[in-house]
């Protein structure tokens, strides 16, 4: 360890992280942990990492150190060692083989320092029929799915390129939880671990629900009809594009409404004036309306009064109506200038010397309102000096491998999904969760017409009390179980947990060594935070609508151009398998297990607070940031197809494939593997990478005329054995394909029992630990474990029975 540890008041002060990753997710990962007060360290090549290029870099590395180190050479890989032997954490972004040929494997690290906490973080995983695959993240997201999963943000038919790094964030924050719950785990062992994390499972953590709406499917074929948003003729056939409409104002900006609840949608129609169409007979079961051309005659009904008013006009309604909410598409910079995000201070401004003032998110989780720590600026190459050789201690003897969360008790008073699944993941890593919710169940439970297909992921593992909160009976229950446990979750609007009493103060008074975690979608107070907060409305205003989908904001003119710019940005927004609400769950997790590892160092934290908005900018982070001659961000090319010839998609003589060789180191092999169709080495305009990038609409052109001579999956095993990066696009959802193939469903998902479903697959915990267990719960219906709960507290039978009789528990 370095610092000091008796006056350094930050949470991880003390820890010495070393950083050999190249690319965004360990740079994302370590960014939080260097947040929260570790000393990061990027050990970089000669010349800088390739992070370096990146928009991002002077946020991502901000507040960390620089050492230049050859892994190659002999000397150099000396000075790691000596590094490593003092270390906490080290972190590694190589595939498997390129850690094996530098000496990295968990074996070789483990003997240099038995305290030290290793995470590799790939691709696709370490075993599985994918794990020799390059790691790129374009590759993955087409390979298992994704591009097909969003095909209607696509002017063209066919698989969509996804500009956000979904796979990044998913692999960023779950080796942050691995390595935060080994850090725990130290605590006690005085051992440290290898933990492995990668884009596949990181990718699953994201959906809220299709996994279990897919299984329905293929177990029950004629439960219900599973229907996309839009027909292929682009009109409307699901009742939820009404609540989540999206649309433009009279002087041309776009919405996205958020109204999914009942009551909130009530309020809509009733802003719209539509509320007259509840008793008209024409309207029976709006917004489950029976006929197609009902269905479009709402939807541009609702898209025309939209667009009688601008968007002043707009936001006047918002900021007067607590229960209707609307955010305009924002996109790059731009999304740092949203209201709430200045409000909380979660936009500051580092001065840089290299770059001047950055402005870019704080600090993803904030402690009693305030950043972890102040911005500070990136390394300069090369500047660090290492401290003195010192060799880590080696434990007496060796520790059980449990669970590494065992003993931790987690009470969840969150809603719907981002806030609560959070919480589900660490009951993987070995929490007991205790979900609260009303007599009712939580909505999640009701989402879609067969029992339990939405909320069967989100209740993984988890226990559940119904509960009226309305009744002092039921918020001392609340409280007794906030005696007992060690974090409380709550999800509500700004100022609802008080009015309840269940707020950080409240349950703090019961329980002073209390965790509290507040997870609203906007923040504990300000503009927005009373506003109804969903998936679809924070993507648009975070930026990831636009970024996916960056052309379609500009359609506002009539009715035949806003209607497939409307679903291109309903889609872009509005998809469950990736979305803001896993964005925002992930982060959740991370600032839970913070706030454990901070208790167990001795060094607690003030109210945890982590917001679906500010989780949002950090995910798009190499977009957000902003500075004088910030590089310009890639931007997908109109046909959705990629960012540029050497990583795009191209058709093929049967299917799609997805080729990544934007390196200048892959091109030779590249031309040499194609030199059967096309003689690339021998034309003037690719002969160099400067020469390529001017020329790379004529290289895209020349290559899509070689594709089509081969199918997908030919393109994918040759260029693949010539070690370039290719695999053929999947044309299933990832979570069907994940089900329904042998192979991957063994690599990436586990068995599980739940009331529902009784034996299924389900996704596997995301992480693997070298000595720490993980386990693999199911759902729980509402109220399944109330009697359990209340006779742990002392509640007698006839008490119990007493309280059900009048409704306080269900």
Known sequence: MVGNEATDPTPLGGLLVLDLSTTLAGAQATQFLADAGAEVVHIEPPGGSPLRAQPSWPSLARGTRSLVLDLRADGDRARLNALVAQADVLVTTFRPKTNGRLG????????????????????????????????????????????????????????????????????????????????????????????????????????????????????????????????????????????????????????????????????????????????????????????????????????????????????????????????????????????????DGRVVVAEDPEFGPVRQPSTLVHADDRPLSAPRPAPRLGEYEPPEDSRATAPDGDAPAGLPLAGITILDIGLMFAAPFGATMLADLGARVVKVESLDGDTIRRAFPFPEAAAAKVMQGKESIALDLTTDEGRDIVRELAWRSDIVLCAFRAGAAKRAGIDAEALKSVNPGLIYVYAPGYGTGGPFGVRPAYAPSIGAAAGLALTDAP????????????????????????????????????????????????????????????????????????????????????????????????????????????????????????????APEVDLAGDARFASAAERRVHDAELSRALAAVFPKLPAAEWEKRLTEAGVGCVAVSETPPELLLQTTEALAAEYATEAVSPIFEEHLRPGPPVRFSRSATQAGGGCLAGDHTDTLLAELGYDDQAIADLRERKIVG
């Open 551 to 674: 052309d379609a904001g500009a359609a506002t003119g009539s009715l035949a151009e806003i209607k497939p710019a409307a679903i291109r940005l309903f889609q872009a927004s509005a998809v469950p398998s990736l979305q803001a609400d896993g964005v925002a769950a992930l982060g959740v997790a991370s600032a839970m297990l913070l706030g454990l590892l901070a208790r167990a160092r001795e060094r607690p934290l003030g109210t945890l607070t982590a917001t679906m908005i500010g989780t949002a900018s950090h995910a798009l982070l190499d977009r957000t940031v902003d500075y004088p001659g910030r590089p310009a961000s890639p931007e997908v090319d109109p046909g959705g197809h990629g960012y540029g010839a050497l990583y795009r998609m191209y058709e093929t003589a049967e299917g799609w494939a997805f080729l990544a060789a934007p390196a200048n180191k892959e091109w030779a092999a590249l031309v040499a593997a194609l």
């Open 104 to 343: 990295l494997t968990p074996e070789a690290l483990a003997r240099v320092n038995p305290r030290l906490v290793s995470a590799a973080i790939t691709g696709w995983g370490s075993t599985g029929p994918w794990a020799d695959l390059k790691g790129y993240e374009g590759m993955v997201m087409a390979k298992l799915g994704t591009f097909q999963a969003k095909k209607r943000i696509n002017p063209r038919p066919g698989p969509a390129f996804v500009s956000v790094p979904y796979g990044s964030w998913g692999a960023a924050q779950t080796a942050l939880q691995g390595i935060l719950s080994a850090l725990l785990e130290r605590e006690s062992s005085g051992r440290g671990q290898h933990i492995e994390a990668d884009l596949v499972r990181g990718l699953c953590m994201l959906d809220t629900w299709t996994w279990f709406t897919e299984m329905v499917g293929l177990r029950w074929p004629d439960a219900y009809q599973t229907v996309d948003g839009f027909t292929e003729d682009g009109e409307p056939q699901a009742h939820l594009v009404y609540p989540l409409l999206t649309a433009p104002t009279k002087d041309g900006y776009w919405l996205q409404f958020a109204q999914v609840e009942p009551r909130l949608f009530g309020a809509m129609l009733a802003e719209l004036g539509l509320t007259p169409l509840l008793s008209d007979p024409k309207w029976k079961g709006l917004p489950m309306l029976e006929s197609q051309a009902l269905r479009t005659e709402l939807w541009e009904i609702m898209i025309a009064k939209v667009g009688e008013r601008t968007l002043a006009e707009w936001q006047r309604v918002f900021e007067t109506n607590p229960n209707i909410n609307a955010e305009v598409f924002r996109a790059g910079p731009g999304v740092l200038d949203h209201q709430q995000l200045a409000h």
